[in-house]
């Protein structure tokens, strides 16, 4: 593995439009390339002026962006916490675009160049092939058994639940299901320095064409009359 820290990232928000609704709770994790949480983040957020928490955000998560901490202070100090990780998350770069409302001021967090690790990516190709119903955090975990952390849509144990499904696909549990390996195809792609894989990345990463054949295959066989 490489000695690298990944930053699993989590914000409840008060809608879906960054340029609008508020931050009300974020969360992160330092874990290792192999899934170990060595620390976590988490904070509620007073939203900030001018941006709003929709009802029905607010009946899902609780929370309505009347207290926590200032989202500049806030900001500040997640910068510090995930500084030099690798971005990862499920569905991350929904997150990444709300980073930018709590950072007002201030320089951005340094990531790792562009390198990303969003499992939601991950799981598309056993999406595609009907396995999974859905890519959403919840459901696809409970489609795969993958442990479900509570209390539901809190920054925390959303950040906890995305760590357990990246366990899951990269020991092993989720490469059939998830393509042959997807999480090698992802960093050959995205990873610059994974230039030269070795024999146990080219394996998989001829286990994930296999696959990706065979959804080609199938796909195929159900045009013909």
Request: proline residues 4%.
């Amino acid at each position: 593995m490489r000695d690298v820290l990944l930053g699993f990232l989590d914000l409840e928000t008060g809608g879906l439009d960054e340029h609008k609704h508020a931050v009300v709770e974020v969360a992160a994790a330092k874990v290792t390339p192999a899934g170990e949480v060595l620390c976590t983040f988490e904070r509620k957020v007073r939203a900030r002026s001018g941006f709003t928490v929709e009802h029905e955000a607010w009946a899902l998560h609780g929370m309505n962006g009347s207290c926590g901490g200032e989202p500049d202070e806030t900001y500040r100090i997640l910068r510090d916490f995930l500084e030099g990780t690798i971005l990862a998350g499920h569905n991350v770069q929904y997150d990444a675009r709300f980073l930018h409302q709590l950072q007002a001021n201030g320089p951005s967090i340094r990531w790792l160049d562009h390198h990303v690790v969003d499992t939601a990516a991950l799981l598309v190709p056993a999406w595609l092939r009907g396995e999974i119903g859905s890519c959403s955090l919840g459901k696809a975990c409970a489609a795969l058994g993958v442990k479900v952390h509570e209390p539901a849509h809190r920054a925390l144990s959303d950040v906890l639940t995305t760590v357990e499904l990246y366990r899951w696909i990269m020991k092993g549990r989720g490469r059939e299901k998830a393509g042959g390996g997807p999480e090698i195809k992802f960093l050959l792609e995205r990873w610059p320095a994974v230039s030269d894989p070795d024999d146990e990345d080219r394996a998989l990463l001829l286990r994930r064409d296999a696959a990706l054949e065979k959804i080609e295959r199938g796909g195929r066989r159900e045009k013909k009359p």
